[in-house]
């Protein structure tokens, strides 16, 4: 293995034929992480590989006294028959690993004969801001392909016309182009400080519809309005203190 290569090891050999896959690496507002680890949780996925790479950071993911990789891969077929693949990453890839992250995912997804690809991402909106504000969080979506493209059209799903999508959700949108491999990127309005998990529900409820699956986000709902009550009282605490003396402390999405 290279130095940036990245390996997938399959735990288990599932037929994934048509499988809808999520890919989900830590962005604004933490939009993927949040919409992955619900994701799992929700739809009762089991964790059937994980990636490894020399550049991923040296740490294991201990939960409830099982170690995990820091990037997994989770399926499961659903009562409709759907095949769900969820890609999980506990950290932000450095830039070197982005391309070969999106390179294996890309040839995973082709090697097991997947449908479709999805790709959620937070989005900034210059001049909107989330906080305290109780109205729906706008979601659009981009597809790689005409046929992705019209998916997205024949669900009424708006779609992203003009801008700049970094990261791993772009460079899978350019492959999915270049290899005419199906891949959505949904684009949820987020607050850039913190994690936004009204912009992460927003993204879900998008993602039911394209795999024809109604997923309960209040519970996430309920905690942007314990985050969002967190953030008004660290600012609130913060007041005192002189501007540019320390960072406002920001709140655990769990703790």
């Known amino acids: 293995m290279q130095l940036e290569d990245v390996e997938i090891v399959d735990f288990e050999d599932m037929d994934l034929n048509n499988a809808i896959v999520i890919a989900g690496f830590p962005s604004i507002g933490l939009v993927s992480t949040i919409v992955a680890n619900y994701s799992i949780d929700a739809l009762g996925l089991r964790q059937i590989g994980a990636l490894d790479s020399p550049y991923f950071p040296t740490l294991s993911v201990v939960h409830t006294g099982e170690p995990l990789s820091p990037v997994r891969i989770y399926a499961g077929i659903l009562e409709t028959g759907e095949k769900i693949v969820v890609f999980v ?6 830039p070197n690993l982005i391309t070969p992250l999106s390179n294996a995912i890309i040839d995973w997804v082709k090697q097991k004969g997947c449908k479709l690809l999805i790709s959620p991402e937070g989005m900034v909106v210059e001049g909107k801001s989330a906080q305290g504000d109780d109205s729906p969080v706008d979601a659009y979506a981009i ?3 005409e046929n992705a493209r019209q998916i997205l059209q024949s669900m009424n799903i708006p779609q992203f016309k003009n801008g700049i999508i970094a990261g791993v959700s772009g460079v ?48 996430l709902h309920d905690e942007a309005e314990r985050i969002e009550k967190q953030l008004q009282k660290f600012h ?9 003396t320390g960072q406002i402390p920001q709140p655990s999405m769990y703790g």
């Open 89 to 94: 990453s506990e950290f932000k890839p450095k």
């Open 143 to 145: 597809g790689s392909t």
């Open 172 to 219: 899978l949108l350019n492959k999915g182009k270049h290899e005419n491999i199906d891949v959505i990127s949904i684009l949820s309005e987020a607050h850039p400080n913190y994690p936004d998990a009204r912009a992460a529900a927003s993204a879900i409820t998008v993602i039911g519809a394209l795999i024809g699956v109604k997923i309960n986000v209040a519970p």
């Open 236 to 244: 609130k605490q913060a007041k005192p203190m002189v501007s540019g």
